[in-house]
């Protein structure tokens, strides 16, 4: 930027001067063609990087927020191929098909320039260039139907295979390892135990994974069990799974190096993502938590009213832990009237008693409740009916209910 300024300075001050010196003046730089130099034809035997960017619904929030900075994540294995003077590719990834989009970068900055000090000024640029390109590449919409993270990168290594010669043949993905599509979906996985990972590897070997598809490469994975702030989170030994997982299916396909290439911070500023249509987001992960439901006796509530006796303190507490000491995403409260009173103001009775509870839980630290008035009711918790002839109070304290269910 000081040498653009200085030279448009200088011409200015020509022209002022007199107009016959008009000729010298030195052309302006357009800054905006900075990473043009970049897209040259690559050199054959250079090393080659493909680095893959995932930008399934798992991995963005809302605000941008608490998203997977990933520019920042892969600086260091950006600024590592550049001054090998590697070809690098860099691609999004989403949806079922996994397919990517990729633009050769060249980086040999030591062709660019002839002193040793623009040669530097021309290694900072592609790395600034290929930054820029990673939080490009994070702001593009993602693709309907799941994430298949595998097919992502099996079509990654036919571009590092496609030069024979090159000295080197790196794969890097950004990603919370989060498949949902595929033979490695995890949708339904209980992310407990080397069996489960066993019997998914032999699953992808039958086809859609070869065992020699990533022979030669080594493959880095950046940010394994971190979606987004406001998507379900897995625990640390669910990460430790996932983690696993990624290395028995690199190492089924021939890859070389450990799969987990560190932490990830968080995005700090808001940088809104374009908002995903429905059909693009991702089937939810549940981190293999099974649901768990409490239920809240009518004895804790006044006939037909919704104000919390003092002893339902304690009750709430201890729930609110469990629910707090698991990674649940859902909690839904849902509240019920006996029959006794009838038409809308049973629906409303049943309504504020679930938010009553709702709130006691948030106040205990359980984040987000849904809550739900659903009427009156003639079954109990454990599904047991009460007969309309029955006016004890047990029968209507089971009718006068709050039930929890965290998932």
């Known amino acids: 930027m000081t040498v653009v300024r200085w030279?448009?300075?200088?011409?200015?001050?020509?022209?002022?001067?007199?107009?016959?010196?008009?000729?010298?003046?030195?052309?302006m730089i357009d800054e905006g063609d900075k990473c043009g130099w970049l897209a040259e034809s690559p050199q054959p035997g250079a090393g080659r990087l493909a680095v893959l960017v995932d930008v399934s619904t798992s991995t963005r929030s809302a605000s941008g927020v608490g998203s997977?900075?990933?520019?920042?994540?892969?600086?260091?294995?950006?600024?590592?191929?550049?001054?090998?003077?590697?070809?690098?590719?860099?691609?999004?990834?989403?949806?079922?098909?996994?397919?990517?989009?990729?633009?050769?970068?060249t980086t040999n900055w030591e062709k660019q320039a002839k002193n040793s000090q623009?040669?530097?000024?021309?290694?900072?640029?592609?790395?600034?260039?290929?930054?820029?390109?990673?939080?490009?590449?994070?702001?593009?919409?993602?693709?309907?139907?799941?994430?298949?993270?595998?097919r992502a990168v099996v079509q990654a290594a036919t571009w590092l295979r496609a030069d024979p010669a090159a000295t080197s043949r790196e794969l890097v993905v950004a990603t919370d390892g989060l498949a949902t599509h595929g033979c490695a979906d995890l949708t339904r996985s209980k992310f407990r135990g080397k069996p489960e990972i066993d019997a998914i590897v032999a699953e992808c070997l039958k086809g859609e994974l070869d065992a020699k598809d990533l022979e030669g490469i080594t493959v880095t994975m950046i940010g394994i069990g971190h979606p987004a702030a406001d998507q379900p989170m897995p625990s640390t030994t669910q990460t430790r799974w996932l983690t696993d997982l990624w290395a028995a299916l690199h190492k089924g396909a021939g890859a070389s190096g450990a799969?987990?290439?560190?932490?990830?911070?968080?995005?700090?500023?808001?940088?809104?993502?374009?908002?995903?249509?429905?059909?693009?987001?991702?089937?939810?992960?549940?981190?293999?938590?099974?649901?768990?439901?409490?239920?809240?006796?009518?004895?804790?509530?006044?006939?037909?009213?919704?104000?919390?006796?003092?002893?339902?303190?304690?009750?709430?507490?201890?729930?609110?832990v469990q629910i707090r000491s698991r990674p649940y995403t859902r909690v839904v409260v849902e509240g019920y009237a006996d029959p006794r009173v009838g038409g809308m103001d049973n629906e409303t009775l049943s309504k504020n008693r679930a938010r009553t509870v709702a709130d006691?839980?948030?106040?205990?630290?359980?984040?987000?409740?849904?809550?739900?008035?659903?009427?009156?009711?003639?079954?109990?918790?454990?599904?047991?009916?009460?007969a309309p002839t029955d006016t004890s109070d047990a029968g209507l304290q089971c009718l006068r209910r709050v039930d929890i269910t965290a998932s």
């Open 68 to 105: 997977p900075d990933y520019s920042a994540a892969l600086r260091g294995e950006i600024e590592k191929a550049v001054g090998d003077q590697r070809t690098v590719v860099i691609s999004p990834f989403s949806g079922s098909s996994g397919n990517l989009s990729l633009s050769t970068r």
């Open 259 to 320: 799969p987990d290439g560190g932490a990830v911070p968080d995005t700090g500023t808001t940088d809104p993502r374009t908002e995903p249509d429905e059909g693009s987001q991702d089937p939810p992960v549940r981190f293999g938590t099974d649901a768990v439901a409490f239920s809240l006796p009518g004895a804790l509530f006044d006939t037909g009213g919704w104000t919390l006796h003092p002893e339902a303190a304690a009750i709430l507490t201890r729930i609110a």
């Open 7 to 27: 030279r448009v300075g200088l011409c200015a001050v020509l022209l002022l001067g007199a107009l016959p010196v008009l000729a010298a003046c030195w052309p």
């Open 118 to 150: 623009n040669r530097k000024g021309k290694r900072g640029e592609a790395i600034g260039c290929l930054v820029d390109d990673v939080g490009q590449a994070q702001r593009t919409s993602p693709t309907p139907h799941g994430t298949d993270v595998l």
């Open 360 to 386: 006691a839980l948030v106040a205990d630290g359980v984040r987000s409740p849904l809550t739900r008035g659903l009427g009156a009711t003639t079954t109990c918790f454990d599904g047991t009916t009460v």
